[in-house]
């Protein structure tokens, strides 16, 4: 190592120990900002780069950008411009998109009618399935088809798991994704896991996580990927990958509700410039496989917000994340419901609101039930 990189080591080090205990300790300093309503009022104007979970990264380069919307007038079925977060590609990516696990039979028909509705982004991975013979990424291409939006209006996300990370596996796996996807380019390829779950007798890693990373940066080297991400990782992983990777992660994907609301992790994301979008949003971790109902829908607090603002509590849970900096990717088969969640974002909810969904944070705890998931670390 040179000794100029060992400086650099040195002061980065000493940047992310020294700013680390207040961010824990304070939160909420960091997410403090209602991005939403704040760029409404700048009417169409970009506004201050500190706003956004991403905002204080070293290059700064986290934004929001935003149209006004306010001339969309109230009819639910008006498009809208969803709000973006630039990444350290340059390219943007909307706050809100349409996540696709869990589709099924239904992929093909759902996410044609999101991209109609005007959703613009949406999130796979290379091993969600839509039927027993069909990826989930095939049924997407399909999907895209019918609706006739042009590829380059949509930001394509998948993920790959570690039977991928070794350089052989990972050029043929994105090769398959773009295939699979009808495309020829990823907006975003994210390491699905960062290693394989000790349980999981069919997940055969081919590298470590440093491998996966430095060959998945090869892939945006060849064109075939835009922007790299993580998903399911700690805040050491994130800070091991900032140092020793050789590109810097653009997007972070864990598990966000208003009861885990990942906060350190989200200080170290912010810090480093890092986008982070949370999944499973609305709460269903909780849910324990459909036996026991969602809290989220059924808590008093989001339920009072929802009910002061004329809006349904899913909406009160999209627009407080968005608005902290969150991008969302809420899933449904139910067209009620993608339709709903699109618009979602056009709930008005005020400081007071977004503090108390603040502090719905560890409500429920790990050993809430007995979900593998929820009981379990990511
Ligand atoms: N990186 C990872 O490891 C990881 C893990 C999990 C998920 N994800 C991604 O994140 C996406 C979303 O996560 P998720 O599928 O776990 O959870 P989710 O999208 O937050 O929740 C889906 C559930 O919420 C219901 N729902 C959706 N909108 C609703 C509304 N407006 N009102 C009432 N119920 C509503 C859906 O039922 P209906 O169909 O009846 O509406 C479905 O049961 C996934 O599709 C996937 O793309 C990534
Ligand atoms: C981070 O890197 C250090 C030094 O290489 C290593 O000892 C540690 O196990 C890594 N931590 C994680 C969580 O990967
Ligand atoms: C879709 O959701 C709406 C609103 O929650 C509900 O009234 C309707 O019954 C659902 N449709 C289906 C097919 O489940």
Avoid at 68 to 95: C, E
Avoid at 160 to 176: C, H, N, Q, S, T
């Amino acid at each position: 190592m040179s000794l100029t990189k060992l400086l650099l080591l040195v002061v980065y080090l000493t940047h992310v120990i020294c700013e680390e205990g207040p961010i824990v300790n304070d939160a909420k300093a960091n997410f403090d900002t209602n991005v939403y309503e704040e760029s409404q009022s700048t009417n169409g104007n970009k506004i201050p780069d500190d706003v956004v979970g991403g905002g204080d990264g070293p290059d700064g380069s986290e934004e929001i950008n935003e149209h006004d919307t306010s001339s969309s007038s109230s009819a639910d079925t008006n498009a809208y411009t969803i709000p973006t977060v630039t990444l350290k590609s340059g390219y943007k990516m909307p706050l809100l998109g349409l996540g696709t696990d869990k589709l099924e039979g239904d992929t093909v028909r759902i996410v044609k009618e999101a991209l109609e509705i005007g959703y613009r982004l949406i999130d796979t991975a290379k091993n969600y399935e839509a039927t027993w013979t069909e990826s989930s990424e095939v049924a997407i291409a399909k999907g895209i088809a019918a609706s006739g939006v042009p590829r380059s209006e949509i930001f394509l996300t998948t993920k790959i798991m570690p039977d991928f990370f070794g350089m052989k596996e990972m050029r043929k796996a994105v090769k398959e994704c773009l295939k699979d996807l009808q495309t020829d380019y990823l907006d975003l390829l994210l390491l699905h896991h960062p290693s394989c779950a000790e349980d999981d007798t069919e997940c055969n890693p081919t590298g470590t996580l440093l491998e996966g990373w430095k060959n998945m940066a090869a892939m945006v080297n060849e064109g075939l990927v835009r922007d790299i991400g993580v998903s399911n990782v700690f805040p050491q992983q994130i800070k091991n990958l900032s140092i020793e990777g050789e590109k810097p992660i653009s997007v972070l994907q864990n598990w966000f509700d208003p009861y885990h609301q990942d906060r350190r992790t989200r200080a170290v994301a912010a810090k480093n410039g890092i986008a982070f979008t949370g999944y499973s949003t609305l709460g269903v971790v909780w849910t324990d496989e459909g036996i026991r109902k969602n809290p989220v829908f059924m808590d008093s607090t989001i339920k009072q917000i929802a009910d002061r603002r004329n809006c349904a509590p899913s909406d009160v849970v999209l627009k407080w994340a968005v608005t902290r900096g969150v991008a969302v990717i809420p899933g449904s088969t139910n067209s009620t419901h993608l339709r709903m969640n699109y618009n979602s974002l056009k709930v008005k909810l005020t400081e007071e609101d977004l503090m108390l969904m603040d502090g719905l944070n560890n409500k429920l705890t790990d050993d809430y039930g007995s979900s593998g998931m929820a009981g379990g670390e990511l």
